[in-house]
């Protein structure tokens, strides 16, 4: 089975920190997407990236980048955490079929 | 842009009941693919449909693809306390795999 490991279940960051999530797949999928998740809101697309170096923005890019040096692993990074950004995050990847979700980090920003 | 929308939005069954929750979207779909989310955990894929009036199953679940292929229907026969979650529909949007997610349906049951 296609494994998709975020790093943190749990993070509480302060306002104005950079944060780091990560995401690391197991099955060699071109594809990996970043969503953020919140009540009445559903699934958001933050940022996607089909290949290693290569990223595109999705919906709700503002406040974030990413990083995906190597094709097993997309990073995301908040450049300086506020409270709106408090949510759940979950990483997915994909080739040809349906999402392979990790797990999800709950980020709080204090 | 596209949109993708579900209802009911809750759906609250006593168990033993069938459940059915819509999908529509605002653009022509090329699949449609069904998610399950466990309170407390992500989303897991359950299925694609591809062809126009498809219908498929898993055990108790049927789902089925419109005709014009821009709606699609999760039915659950005789629910039981497992089937408790959110069940989202997701269609793709230009390429690459990437999915617009619907806004879900929370089902839960009543014992």
């Known amino acids: 089975d296609v494994k998709v490991t975020q790093s943190s279940r749990y993070l509480v960051k302060r306002t104005g920190e950079k944060v780091f999530l990560e995401c690391v797949q197991d099955?060699?999928?071109?594809?990996m997407f970043w969503y953020r998740q919140d009540p009445g809101l559903g699934l958001r697309l933050i940022y996607f990236s089909y290949d290693v170096k290569m990223k595109e923005k999705g919906d709700i890019p503002e406040g974030y980048s990413v990083s995906r040096e190597k094709k097993e692993r997309f990073s995301l990074i908040l450049e300086s955490a506020s409270t709106n950004q408090t949510s759940m995050y979950l990483c997915?990847?994909?080739?040809?079929?349906?999402?392979?979700f990790g797990s999800g980090t709950r980020l709080t920003v204090v | 842009g596209q949109q993708v929308m579900q209802i009911p939005q809750y759906q609250h069954v006593q168990e033993g009941e069938d459940f059915t929750t819509y999908c529509n979207s605002s653009?022509?779909?090329?699949?449609i693919q069904w998610y399950k989310q466990r309170p407390g955990g992500h989303p897991v894929f359950l299925i694609q449909?591809?062809?126009?009036?498809e219908v498929k199953k898993q055990k108790r679940l049927t789902f089925q693809f419109g005709e014009a292929k821009k709606n699609s229907s999760l039915h659950i026969t005789a629910t039981q306390t497992t089937d408790v979650g959110t069940y989202f529909c997701a269609g793709p949007r230009g390429g690459n795999e990437k999915l617009t997610f619907g806004t879900g349906t929370r089902l839960t049951i009543i014992p």
């Open positions: 099955m060699d999928h071109e594809n």
């Open positions: 653009t022509t779909l090329s699949n």
């Open positions: 449909l591809v062809k126009s009036g």
């Open positions: 997915a990847s994909s080739y040809l079929s349906g999402y392979t």
